[in-house]
Nanobody
Framework: QVRLVESGGGLVQAGGSLRLSCAAS????????MGWFRQAPGKEREFVAAISRSGVSTYYADSVKGRFTISRDNAKNTLYLQMNSLKPEDTALYYCNAANAPGASIRATPGAFWGQGTQVTVSS
């Protein structure tokens, strides 16, 4: 079992920045590829970004490429999402995900472990 706890969400104006964190516990963090997903009200959950076990490879949704950066610190068992140039359409509940699979696979097949989510609201 992998326990994931997100933090760092909040209310920010358009053009601003936020940094999300996801603290993992329960299993060896570096054994898992990690990802971020989001869900806006009335919409399906969508892929945002993923990162390989080592952190060398990263993957992004087209909608966030160039604005968001995913990273991880395996020594601290923590996943990050740096979000810059935020837009109102980025407003959603953001979840982290852990997968015992290659990072490239998370986009289509999320792992079994999810956090509870952290709310990001971007005002125009």
């Amino acid at each position: 079992q992998v326990r994931l706890v997100e933090s760092g969400g909040g209310l920010v104006q358009a053009g601003g920045s936020l940094r999300l964190s996801c603290a993992a516990s329960g299993r060896t963090f570096s054994d898992y590829a990690m990802g971020w997903f989001r869900q806006a009200p009335g919409k399906e959950r969508e892929f945002v970004a993923a990162i390989s076990r080592s952190g060398v490879s990263t993957y992004y949704a087209d909608s966030v490429k160039g604005r968001f950066t995913i990273s991880r610190d395996n020594a601290k068992n923590t996943l990050y999402l740096q979000m810059n140039s935020l837009k109102p359409e980025d407003t959603a509940l953001y979840y982290c995900n852990a997968a015992n699979a290659p990072g490239a696979s998370i986009r289509a097949t999320p792992g079994a472990f999810w956090g509870q989510g952290t709310q990001v609201t971007v005002s125009s």
